[in-house]
């Protein structure tokens, strides 16, 4: 079976971009694949967290990654730091990487634009170094992400490939798969900008504990265009465009079918059956999040997780260790 990993910064509630680009891949995966699903708690804290807040959204973020379906039963699910190879790997990957590659990074970029560098932490910079070494410790096939972190898959090839030339045939070289619908699902207030859990103004994101009367609200405000026909057209209707895929991704319909079907009408309706098919979904991963805070099954899951993964993670740290020199026996 091959092996698949990805994980979710908690910074925040968890987002319908989240759960639309990721999670519910996640789910879908873990009966063909063999899943590991981590929360990257160390990467979280490259910006200064509120601890009280991040340890609510820790746990919160494990509720609803069961909540959406992930299965303890059939993947692993455990947190970053609890898996002490991380750490130390994603030094190591640190080492290996060059300044000019991470300088290269959109994200990073993205995140600094306007920031002095007084300002910046160190960890924003090294991040994908950290995230190499996430995927590499468990020899990942695959690395389902949203379109933002398919530039960070890729320095984690360059890695893995890196070390194996200059040691010896070491690391998995793992493929990012992105979704070919809701890849990059986008704010419903400025629809050229990702929907970002870390957006100031909430009314352009979903959260996945927003009230679903709220969530409806806030498609039936997302901005569209004065066209008034319901069209997938990227470039022209970002707004309707982003409003389909949300559509499509959550229903399982073809945009095509979906568009097809408006044929003639405008926009009224058509937001108010993304605004049901969100706030139904929503309603249905608040159930199961609100029973499973209350069952207290998270500290188990979590430590039957970290155990699983740490098996992985202590030999494949050994071995690189060994290759590298600095272990002596
Ligand atoms: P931030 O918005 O603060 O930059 P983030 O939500 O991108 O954070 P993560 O929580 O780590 O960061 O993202 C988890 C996963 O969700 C990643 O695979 C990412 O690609 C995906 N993702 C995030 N936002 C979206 C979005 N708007 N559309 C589709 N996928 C997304
Ligand atoms: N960088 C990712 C979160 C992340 C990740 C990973 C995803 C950290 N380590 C390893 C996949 C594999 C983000 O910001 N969304």
Redesign the pocket.
């Known amino acids: 079976m091959k092996r698949m990993l ?4 908690p ?2 509630e968890l ?1 319908l ?2 759960y ?3 999670l519910r891949n996640f789910v879908k995966y873990q009966d063909s694949y063999e899943l590991y699903v981590f929360v ?1 708690n160390l990467h979280c804290v490259t910006v200064y967290q509120e601890p009280k807040e991040l340890r609510k959204n820790l746990k919160d973020a494990i509720a609803l990654y069961l909540a959406c379906g992930l299965d303890p039963e059939k993947c692993t699910i455990f947190l970053q730091s609890d898996v002490l190879e991380h750490a130390q790997l994603g030094w190591l990957m640190t080492c290996m990487t060059y300044m000019g590659e991470l300088g290269r990074m959109t994200q990073y970029k993205e995140k600094t634009k306007g920031a002095k560098d007084e300002s910046i932490s160190a960890g924003l910079f090294v991040y994908p170094s950290l995230m190499a070494a996430d995927i590499l410790l468990y020899d990942a096939d695959y690395v389902p ?5 398919k530039q960070h898959v890729e320095i984690t090839r360059d890695l893995a490939q890196r070390f194996n030339n200059r040691y010896s045939e070491t690391f998995t070289l793992p493929e990012p798969l992105i979704p070919q619908v ?5 704010s419903l207030t400025d629809p050229t900008k ?5 957006e100031e103004s909430n009314k352009g994101c979903i959260y996945l504990t927003d009230d679903p009367a709220v969530a409806r609200k806030k498609i039936m405000g997302a901005v569209t265009d004065n066209y008034a026909h319901v069209n997938y057209d990227k470039e022209n209707q970002p707004g309707v465009s982003n409003l389909l895929e949300i559509l499509s991704s959550l229903t399982g319909e073809a945009i095509d079918s979906i568009v097809a079907r408006y044929e003639g009408k405008g926009y009224g309706d058509f937001k108010k059956e993304v605004g049901d098919a969100v706030a139904n979904e929503l309603t249905m991963i608040q159930n199961r999040y609100n029973d499973i805070l209350k069952s207290g099954m998270i500290e188990t899951v979590l430590k039957e997780g970290a155990e699983k993964a740490h098996r992985i993670a202590f030999r494949k740290l050994k071995k690189v260790q060994k290759k590298m020199g600095i272990d002596i026996f």
């Not at 809701?182 to 986008?186: F, K, L, Q, S, Y």
Request: net charge positive; no cysteine; proline share 0%.
């Open positions: 990805s994980g979710i910064k910074t925040g987002t971009g989240n639309i680009g990721a990257a992400v949203g379109e933002d972190q809701g890849a990059r699902i986008m990702k929907m970002s859990k870390s």
